[in-house]
């Protein structure tokens, strides 16, 4: 498993990264070659294509000019594939069901147009149908903006710098004219959001030549006008270059986050719930180059860890949550299998069925796409009897339920016969109770129960706690919160 982390007590109250060890976890990666050698992989998503239950991939294979489909083994491993021509060189990918027929279909930003494939309901798509963009299509997202039912579309465009709006025609196309909107100031990434709470869906624009977000206010109709322009990135020039939208901090208000390639960071901006923001929060991520970024309840603690795929350290960036809109101090995986494989987008999903958020990076000079299955529910019960079966390392899982109320379950599996403490800890690093001390332990699965009280039988107050196993030279710490 894939486990990396600090061990720090120390906490940014407001709005800024918090120190300790992370409770999420991958398998180890698996790298799949998607359209040959210098297919250059660009973007990914992810549908249930072929209606067997579990979710397949689809890459953007820029220089190929083609979508390379990869369908799931069942398991969360990839095996058959398919691709499909497509005008251009898609930039980006996504998919939705575009036609209502409850099959998932795809849509790409690639040059002079955007294409949309229908899902032919077995897996397979039909011909590209391309609608004009005049200018480099680099970006598109979905969703109901004229408030009708059906699902349209938009672009950005990266000559003309603006964006362009594709009206869904009863569900058997989109308008062939699209209606444009910008001033040339660098629109690179859109994002879709209910930011002033009045049911329709309003857009969030990255301006790579002004360093801010433009907000555009939809009238319902699918007309936008201006509504607030919010500068991102800690210096001058930073480079934004995606963008998503969600509440990331559990107000109930929509919020924005981008990623910002020259300050190496991403900014946090918290909405009012009014169309407006707060000021902006800016957090490093300590890696080369931040290009993409997907927000996903990694550890299921139901707060929304933020990820970042990092183009020229070949690694991802994860901000594990710790609760209203703060974060631990990220940590980074490495993926790819070349030197230099330059991921360009990070995407996730649930590719196993087993309730856990797994990840897909395509990475453009590697050729392939590198898959990230979440640990977090990997079976651990081993028979002690079975050699074969027992743990290969010392694992701490997060502790469940968390956040708790009074007690919770601390499982950790052990590879040797060990001796093993563990304790629990407050805010100060302050030991505030010892569940094992120096117990020699048998190798296998474990459970302790933390019944919420300190040492005296005292009841611990509300917050969060820190608990580490010891187990020979092994160390790890993880947080739970503990809510009254």
Avoid at 42 to 56: A, I, K, L, P, T
Avoid at 319 to 325: P, Q, R, T, Y
Avoid at 334 to 357: K, L, R, S, T
């Amino acid at each position: 498993m894939i486990r990396i982390g600090k061990s720090l007590f120390l906490i940014f109250i407001l709005h800024a990264a918090v120190f300790a060890e992370s409770g999420i976890s991958f398998l180890p990666n698996v790298n799949y070659v998607v359209g040959g050698p210098y297919s250059e992989p660009s973007s990914v998503s992810s549908g249930d294509f072929d209606g067997d239950g579990f979710r397949d991939l689809v890459v953007a294979n820029n220089r190929n000019k083609e979508l390379y489909l990869l369908f799931n083994n069942g398991d969360g491993t990839f095996g058959d594939s398919a691709k499909y021509s497509v005008l251009s060189n898609p930039v980006d990918v996504l998919v939705a069901d575009l036609n209502a027929d409850d099959h998932p279909d795809l849509a790409t930003a690639n040059g002079n147009a955007v294409s949309v494939l229908y899902n032919n309901g077995d897996g397979t798509f039909a011909e590209a149908l391309n609608y004009e963009c005049y200018s480099n299509a680099s970006y598109v997202v979905a969703g109901d903006l004229d408030n009708d039912g059906d699902i349209d579309l938009v672009a950005t465009t990266t000559v003309t710098n603006d964006f362009a709006v594709y009206l869904n025609q009863d569900n058997t196309a989109f308008s062939g004219v699209p209606v444009y909107y910008g001033d040339g100031h660098g629109a690179q990434a859109i994002a879709l959001g209910d930011f002033d709470r009045n049911t329709t869906l309003d857009l969030a624009i990255v301006l790579t030549r002004d360093d801010a977000v433009q907000i555009w206010k939809n009238n319902g109709k699918a007309e936008f006008t201006k509504q607030g322009l919010y500068p991102v990135g800690r210096v001058e020039e930073s480079n934004p270059n995606d963008i998503i939208s969600t509440d990331i901090n559990g107000d109930d208000r929509i919020d924005v986050v981008t990623v910002n390639t020259i300050p190496h960071d991403i900014t946090l901006l918290l909405g009012n719930g009014n169309g407006s923001f707060m000021d902006t929060i800016n957090l490093s991520t300590y890696s080369s180059n931040p290009i993409a970024l997907i927000a996903a309840d990694l550890d299921n603690d139901t707060d929304l860890d933020i990820v970042t795929a990092n183009r020229y350290s070949g690694t991802i960036s994860i901000f594990e949550a710790a609760g209203g809109g703060t974060f631990w101090y990220p940590f980074s995986i490495p993926v790819g299998i070349a030197e230099g494989p330059q991921p360009e987008d990070v995407h996730a999903a649930d590719f196993n069925n087993d309730g856990a958020i797994d990840l897909a990076v395509p990475c453009f000079y590697y050729a392939g796409v590198t898959v990230l299955i979440n640990a977090k529910n990997v079976p651990l019960d081993a028979d002690d009897d079975d050699p074969s079966n027992l743990p290969m390392s010392v694992v701490l899982q997060q502790n469940y339920p968390n956040p708790f109320n009074p007690a919770t379950t601390i499982a950790y599996d052990l590879p040797r016969r060990t001796e093993v403490t563990l304790t629990v800890y407050n805010l100060l690093g302050q030991a505030v109770i010892t569940l094992i001390d120096d117990a020699v332990q048998s190798p296998g699965h474990h459970t302790v129960v933390w019944n919420g009280l300190v040492a005296g039988g005292r009841e611990a107050a509300s917050g969060f706690y820190f608990y580490q196993l010891k187990a020979g030279d092994f160390r790890q710490t993880r947080r739970m919160l503990l809510l009254k």
